[in-house]
């Protein structure tokens, strides 16, 4: 008979001491509950049948517990919750249906779909189905917790040094020729050295990771054939996603997960996670009882107040984490300090994070949840990322989050994206865009750091795709093409003959090195989604959630090696000039004894913008002079000094001619002496003999093109 002992009820969760395991688990609604041991501890596949089950008599507050002093790590276990099952009053217990730990470390296999894994009969929503779900469902596992660690440390990467990589663990290297097969697709191949080499080639200082939280490949993907690639369906949010195991996933994908970041940090580059708070893979009521739903449905989730067996969605999938709920709340706050101090994890990018600040209706930027991050002395300190909106009214909150925040500034995208493929807007944006987005984030205290500058990323187009596409060709997705946003935004710009016979454009390669340009040139902090800078194609689907195929990973074998090697020299020239990533907002005006201003901006004529010129809608093309004078001081007090600058864009479809401006802002001006910074088309703006340029001589820059000129006298 196995022993039990009353435990502690906390820390919530199975925690394996190295002798035994104490077990706590929150539920208000529950009645009794039961800890279920499937097999024996590290037992290959256990027969779902070897059940044994101990009843946790134990209860503090509403957290039972008990410590079981013959269970160590690799055991598998799960809970069921005996208890009120009355759906009109949000209660959905049922010993029926194997409970995941919330709090589980390790998740061992995927959901097997069944309709035993629903508290309801397909056939009659409203009749309870008491089918044993324990054959479908995945088991929580115990974990050692104990890693060698070495001297391994949060980087703290101070923010106007970040440039980050937005990443998928499988796709990045399911394909890499110098990666062993048995680690493609893996944690393990993330920290290869094959990978890490690339990163640290490129100049990247973050890694920022697709979901990998343990999480569930959705009913209806699995009847396609397809499988959710994404990972935006979390189940578990302490358990690194199995299926990123290059071993037996009985625990070791946590030991595998740390070793990864070791080797990320030993290279100097922070891992970022992408993180999904704001729902479970549970679905709204006609979805699977996984875990929550089943231990205590109205504390982790949001129900309508009329008729409490629905949910309320804020985000689209069918429901949405209940943050009025303290101990929802704890388990947000616990599973983010574990991945810092546990995983070694420098920060978090939140999914429509704007679901997480509804308090009760609107969004609030005060609530519990932003209150709970700006005290708490772990989380407080990394990296903190805001997708600043969700699908519910009044979501959509770019600029609205607290001074601790960085957000994905969708403006950026868009205005940058607009520039480029020439649409009717003008350049007044632009000029907040390329400056840090001051207009969004100033006034509240906040730095350019503030605006995470992002013109592609895993939803949407790549960018070669960007730039090669009218339509999206999303076919793959089983969903008639009609998924996903429907038109880019016309990059041929009326061009005749712009694309070939298959509607792919042309020039994509000068395309894709302006926006680089532009991204990497801006204030505030640049993301760079992972494979652009090797050309990076899905084929024209732009949303290729359940593409875990070619589609969507990384093709080594057709690198695009002249696009790869003008994206490391724009991130070296990044890294090294100051001007371009300034700790605060351009002043507009003279600093340290400087006779010009901070930032200028001039038309092609010249002459510094008017007002009539900022509005004009037909205006594709300005410079803007950027000072050395950067207004910092570095730790001894000395004024921090960079070169001068002057950048041209011309997002004309037509080659134009710049002047440039008066002998007050630069004697002489010379192209950067390298092609992959200077400019974005084969003519690199310099002048026949080798000299530099003088104010007032005129400089031929290619339709959409970016170039690159430094003050040198």
């Not at 590290?42 to 008599?57: I, Y």
């Not at 994890?345 to 949840?369: C, K, M, P, Q, Y």
Request: charged share 25%; aromatic share 10%; net charge negative.
């Amino acid at each position: 008979m196995m022993r039990v002992w009353r435990g502690e009820p906390g820390p919530l969760g199975a925690t394996y001491d190295g002798v035994g395991t104490n077990v706590a688990v929150f539920s208000d609604t529950a009645e009794a509950m039961e800890l279920c041991l499937v097999g024996a501890a590290n037992e290959p596949e256990p027969d779902p049948g070897d059940e044994v089950r101990v009843e946790l008599t134990e209860r503090t507050g509403s957290v039972w517990h008990g410590y079981l002093p013959d269970v160590t790590a690799g055991q598998r276990y799960g809970f069921r919750a005996h208890g009120p099952f009355d759906p009109a009053s949000g209660r959905r217990t049922n010993p029926a249906k194997l409970l995941l730990d919330p709090y589980a470390r390790a998740i061992d296999r995927d959901v097997i779909w069944n309709e035993a894994l629903f508290d309801h009969r397909f056939a009659d929503p409203d009749t309870r189905n008491d089918d044993d779900s324990a054959p479908y469902v995945p088991r929580s596992v115990v974990v050692n917790p104990y890693f060698d660690w070495g001297d391994d440390r949060l980087l703290r990467t101070p923010w106007n040094d970040t440039i980050i990589y937005e990443a998928h663990v499988r796709g990045a290297t399911m394909l890499h020729p110098d990666v062993e097969p048995e680690l493609r697709g893996t944690y393990g191949g993330i920290g290869h050295p094959a990978f890490v080499d690339h990163l640290t080639r490129l100049g990247v200082s973050a890694v920022e990771l697709l979901p990998v939280h343990q999480f569930v490949h959705d009913a209806h993907l699995a009847e396609r054939g397809l499988r959710n690639y994404w990972g935006y369906n979390s189940i578990g949010f302490f358990a690194p996603h199995h299926g990123y195991s290059g071993r037996s996933p009985m625990g070791q994908q946590v030991q595998e997960f740390r070793q990864m970041v070791r080797s990320l940090h030993d290279a100097g580059i922070e891992v970022i996670l992408d993180v999904v708070y704001n729902h479970t893979a549970e679905g709204n009521h006609l979805g699977p009882t996984l875990s929550f739903k089943g231990l205590d449905n109205p504390a982790y989730y949001r129900l309508m107040a009329d008729d409490q067996r629905f949910y309320m969605d804020y985000t689209g999938t069918g429901n949405t984490l209940n943050m009025r709920n303290p101990f929802s709340l704890q388990l947000v706050m616990d599973s983010l300090r574990y991945w810092v101090t546990e995983m070694h994890v420098d920060g978090f990018r939140f999914d429509l994070a704007a679901t997480l600040a509804r308090s009760l209706h609107e969004v609030d930027r005060l609530s519990a949840f932003f209150d709970l991050v700006q005290q708490d002395p772990v989380i407080s300190q990394v990296k903190l990322i805001a997708e600043p909106w969700d699908v519910g009214e009044g979501g959509y909150q770019v600029g609205n989050f607290p001074a601790l925040w960085a957000e994905w500034n969708g403006r950026y995208r868009d205005c940058v994206r607009d520039h480029w493929a020439g649409a009717p807007h003008g350049v007044a944006e632009m000029g907040y865009r390329l400056t840090g987005s001051s207009d969004l984030y100033e006034s509240a205290g906040r730095r350019p750091h503030a605006s995470i500058n992002f013109v592609t990323a895993h939803d949407g187009f790549t960018l070669r795709d960007l730039v090669s596409y009218d339509e999206r060709h999303n076919e793959l997705n089983g969903e008639d093409n009609r998924d996903g946003e429907r038109h880019n935004r016309s990059w041929n710009g009326g061009v005749e003959g712009a694309t070939d016979d298959k509607g792919v454009l042309r020039n994509r390669g000068q395309r894709q090195r302006s926006v680089l340009a532009t991204l990497l040139l801006s204030q505030g902090t640049p993301m760079l989604l992972g494979g652009d800078e090797i050309g990076r194609t899905q084929g024209g689907n732009n949303n290729a959630y359940c593409q875990d195929n070619e589609t969507s990973w990384f093709d080594w074998s057709a690198i695009d090696e002249d696009l790869l090697a003008y994206t490391r020299a724009l991130v070296a020239f990044r890294r090294e000039h100051r001007a371009f990533r300034r700790r605060r907002f351009f002043q507009g005006s003279a600093l340290h004894g400087e006779e010009v201003q901070d930032v200028a901006w001039f038309s092609p004529a010249g002459t510094e913008m008017t007002d009539d010129e900022w509005r004009a809608a037909h205006a594709r093309a300005l410079a803007m002079f950027v000072s050395g004078e950067t207004g910092e001081v570095d730790r001894r007090g000395e004024p921090i000094v960079d070169d001068s600058f002057l950048v041209l864009l011309n997002g004309d479809p037509e080659t134009l001619t710049f002047t440039l401006p008066g002998p007050t802002w630069g004697a002489g001006w010379r192209p950067i002496p390298f092609e992959p910074v200077t400019a974005t088309s084969p003519s690199d703006g310099s002048p026949p003999d080798g000299s530099d340029h003088a104010p007032g001589d005129r400089i031929q820059v290619p339709a959409r093109t970016v170039l690159v000129l430094r003050r040198s006298t």
